[in-house]
């Protein structure tokens, strides 16, 4: 089987396909938002869904795929599903949709040697992917917590001038010039 025309003849329906799987993740008002508003100004987590899943899709189809590419597309839509309320695992899950999709759009040709080395090679890529995603997500969840704590800290500083438990010492150092 020529994967290239297998490809070219089915890359759209496939990228749609996971498009909508990552999309059936969210709440249905937001599924139906996005699926109906196209703009990329009034619907940006939809619009970035669907340009990191293009970009994915072009990586996992390749015998080796190009660790800044994948990273530079999981980043965008990661980053998205950290700040939202997806556990660790619904973050990601999504990754695993692209192999299960190529499984049931290559079945008819199974007994091909080349279909299950191309699904070989997808498997592995979707491995590779999950890898990144995590990494990825930790990151950004770690950022999160950060800023969490560095809010707290802030809010209990402003609490305690308040209360004149203490008071604010200015910082000498900022308009100090080493010579």
Known sequence: MDFEQYL???KQ?????????VIA???????????NTNDPFANPVGSTIKRS?????AQVVKKKMEPTAVKEALDLII????????????????IFTIKHLFQKSLNKYRP?????LFLEDVASNVDELILFAVDIYGKYREKIYLLRI????????????KKEI???IPDFDSGLQTL
């Open 112 to 116: 091909d040697k080349g279909v299950d």
């Open 8 to 10: 070219k003849k089915n």
């Open 25 to 35: 993740t969210y709440p249905a008002d937001a599924v139906k938002f996005f699926n």
């Open 53 to 57: 899943i293009g970009l994915l899709f």
């Open 150 to 161: 560095n809010q707290g800290k802030e809010s209990l500083k402003k609490l305690l001038i």
């Open 13 to 21: 329906k496939l990228v749609e396909k996971w498009i909508a799987a």
């Open 166 to 168: 203490i008071c604010e």
């Open 79 to 94: 980053r998205l599903r950290a700040v939202q309320e997806f556990t660790p695992s619904q973050a990601i899950s999504f």
